[in-house]
């Protein structure tokens, strides 16, 4: 796999291991809401995205709304969204559906990240004004995502790669068995025909004694499939497919595409104006 995460050589990690994969880590936000984007990464694609919910936020104070407070929970199981005072979870984005993160160096309170969204597929751009913790949050993000991915191939996700790769081999083989299995029914109907035609022509043959023709040669179905090369049918799976039933393994591959797809960390690369000279 490539490495899971690129950051500034500059940055450090905030928080212990320990805090990250027992506990988790609180902030609070103001959450300006969520828009869909085209592409799972990218500066251009979260400064639109930041500006159109800004603008969306504006109108919205206007009327008098204010923008909601959000409590942040960041672990290696995920970035929660929670109503800070009833505890209930507004939003549970995954790590490894976390493609993009960045703070906005002009405006110390910005920070957003773009998260494949588990129902639709869709890539949504989370935008957050959090009292010039962006920065941290955003660090703290790309820790948990390092962290989580660690976890993912101590736990077995390097074989998942592996696993796909016997998984379609086998299906080849069995597909071959099964046209090689019909090749040879065939031949053997072949073979009982040119058989009951020789019997026929035979001037020596006989009827039976009930007047029928003699039974065909037993059919060979009833031995051991073996592929076109003689082999007994390949089963990778014969010590261990229990580990991984069809529903964790397709976890796995969803996990093993996002962490292979990587988490990308803007910093303090990211600028919310084109025009502002320190960009």
């Known amino acids: 796999m490539n490495r899971a995460f690129s950051r500034k050589k500059d940055k450090t990690w905030m928080h212990t291991p320990e805090a990250l994969s027992k506990h988790y880590i ?6 300006l809401g969520s828009t869909e984007v ?12 930041v500006r159109k919910l800004k603008f969306a936020r504006h109108i919205k104070k206007s009327e008098g709304q204010k923008t909601p407070k959000v409590e942040l929970q960041i672990s290696i199981y995920g970035v929660k969204i929670l109503d800070p005072k009833t505890k209930e979870v507004q939003h549970n984005c995954q ?19 773009i998260c494949k969204d588990s129902e639709s597929n869709k890539h ?19 820790q948990a995502f390092d962290l989580a991915y660690r976890k993912f191939l101590e736990s077995g996700g390097k074989d998942v790669e592996t696993r796909k790769q016997i998984a379609g081999l086998q299906k080849r083989i069995q ?7 019909e090749l040879k029914n065939k031949v053997q109907d072949l073979e009982n025909q040119l058989r009951i035609t020789q019997v026929n022509s035979s001037p020596s043959s006989t009827p ?3 007047g029928t023709q003699p039974p065909p040669v037993p059919s060979r179905s009833a031995e051991i499939k073996r592929d076109l090369f003689g082999a007994e049918p390949f089963d990778p799976f014969s010590c261990g497919a229990g580990d ?21 960390l803007e910093g303090t690369v990211f600028c919310l104006d084109p025009l502002d000279s320190r960009c």
């Open 38 to 49: 085209e592409q799972p990464k990218g500066t251009e694609v979260v400064r639109d995205a």
């Open 124 to 142: 949504l751009c989370y935008v957050f004004d959090s009292e010039k913790c962006a920065e941290e949050i955003t660090l703290t993000i790309g």
């Open 26 to 31: 609180p902030y609070s936000a103001k959450f």
């Open 175 to 181: 597909e071959l068995e099964t046209e090689n299995m």
């Open 244 to 264: 991984f039933p069809p529903d964790i393994q397709s976890k796995l591959d969803e996990m093993q595409e996002g962490f292979k797809m990587g988490l990308t």
């Open 208 to 210: 039976t004694r009930n």
């Open 95 to 113: 790590l490894h559906r976390i493609s993009f993160c960045a703070d906005d160096k002009t405006d110390k309170r910005i920070f957003t990240f």
